[in-house]
Every structure is written in C-alpha cells, then in structure tokens.
C-alpha cells in the first residue's frame, strides 16, 4: 500500500537560505506525488506534482522536486527562502482504490518557519 | 478561476448537534472528497464521492454521513457531534479527463474550523 514519510515535522530556515523539506514514499506502482503549501487559515494549494516524463519538476513560488526512484523520495526545495514561504507543507501520494478511482494520501506535513 | 467554497469558516457547535458542512464547487468535478486535519496526524479521508450520488468509505467514516445529491454541492453531515470531531474539515474537488483522475492533484477549499463544545 502506499504511504508517505515527511521526516521533520517543523523546520527552522534564515531568510536567503535554502529550504530542503523531505518526503520519502512507499509505492508498489509507479507513484504519482504533489506537493501542496497551506498558509495561515486556508486550505491547501497545489505547488507541483510529478507523473511521469522529467523526474526534476518546477513549481510556483520557486520551488521545485526531484523524483528519485532509486531512494523512493521527492524532496522539496527552493535555493533561498523568503518571509513569504513560512507555511505547512504537505507531501502526498497517489493511491489506487476500488473500481480503478485513485486517492491521494498525504504525509502529516512539515511546517517551515523562515526568521530574518 | 477554479473554486471550491465552504459554507463555513469557523462553527462552534454543541455535543449532539446534528452538523451540516457545506462545499460547493463551480468547476463541473466528477471527484470531492471530505478530509479532516489535525496536528501531527496530516490529511484524513473521511468519505469521498466519484459523482453524483454517489460516496464510498474513507479511512475515518465513524460517526460522519455524506450527501451529493448535486454535482456541484457535496455535504458532509455529523451525525451527533462529538468534541473529538473538534478540527479542521477540508473539502477538495478533481477533474477526470479521459477517464483519468491519477494525474490531476485536488483543488482545496479554505476550511471549516469546527469546535464541538
């Protein structure tokens, strides 16, 4: 069955520094992931997501992923990091259910605080 | 712009209140899911929808009913509410294209904060 792995639950970065957020899966198909960003009060937004093709993917607001199948992992990063990019951060993975529909399953997130 | 709405962004709601949250979405989604949110523990599915009337089982379904008698409006419903549904109740929408859904991510609505005292 498929299940994702953040490993850090928060994550402490300086303005300009590189933000790192990761994300190991387990998937016995090849894996559709996303990553999705939620700030204060909202709902969730989708930042980028791998299905096949490029395993590096570019998303919004700088970020981008590389899909590793070797280390099952689809860590985030972004080179420097803003004010703006304090949020949770959520990895998520594809799971086929019944009838062929598909759900996404999510890791528990990591929430990434920036200080100037 | 896609949208999905939620009636409600904050409810305070007493033990054994029948509850009705409401998630209206304007983009024709055959998929909507209810998913509830708690520290630690990430995005729970509680029950989801493939289209109109119809809803299967999530992870969590316990003490939670759903109705999706439009395609658009997907409600999810407590029953009697207990204070360990206190949480955040998140409802998310998907497009199906060429009978595939597995490529396209879900577009969220802000979030209910629901508080059962």
């Known amino acids: 069955a498929q299940s994702v792995t953040q490993l850090g639950s928060h994550v402490s970065v300086s303005e300009g520094a590189l933000v790192l957020l990761r994300c190991n899966y387990s998937?016995?198909?090849?894996?559709?992931l996303f990553w999705y960003v939620q700030y204060p009060n909202q709902g969730l937004q989708l930042l980028l997501k791998y299905t096949t093709g490029a395993t590096l993917v570019k998303g919004i607001n700088g970020f981008e992923a590389e899909f590793k199948k070797s280390e099952t992992s689809f860590h985030l990063t972004k080179p420097s990091a803003h004010m703006s990019d304090a949020a949770e951060y959520f990895c998520a993975v594809s799971r086929i259910i019944t009838g062929g529909y598909n759900k996404l399953i999510f890791g528990a997130g990591t929430r990434l605080a920036v200080h100037p | 712009d896609v949208k999905v709405t939620q009636s409600s962004r904050y409810l305070v709601k007493r033990t054994g209140e029948k509850v009705f949250l409401e998630c209206v979405q304007d983009m024709d989604h055959e998929n909507m899911f209810w998913y509830r949110q708690d520290p630690g523990l990430g995005l729970r599915l509680i029950y989801f929808?493939?289209?109109?009337?119809?809803?299967e089982k999530g992870d969590i379904p316990e003490g939670y009913s759903v109705s999706r008698e439009k395609k658009e409006r997907f409600s999810l419903i407590l029953e009697s509410a207990s204070t360990n549904q206190t949480s955040m109740y998140l409802c998310?929408?998907?497009?199906?294209?060429?009978?595939?859904?597995?490529?396209?991510?879900?577009?969220f609505g802000s979030g209910t904060r629901l508080t059962v005292v």
């Open positions: 998937s016995s198909v090849p894996p559709y």
């Open positions: 998310a929408s998907r497009v199906i294209i060429q009978g595939l859904s597995q490529n396209y991510g879900y577009t």
């Open positions: 929808s493939y289209d109109v009337k119809m809803k």
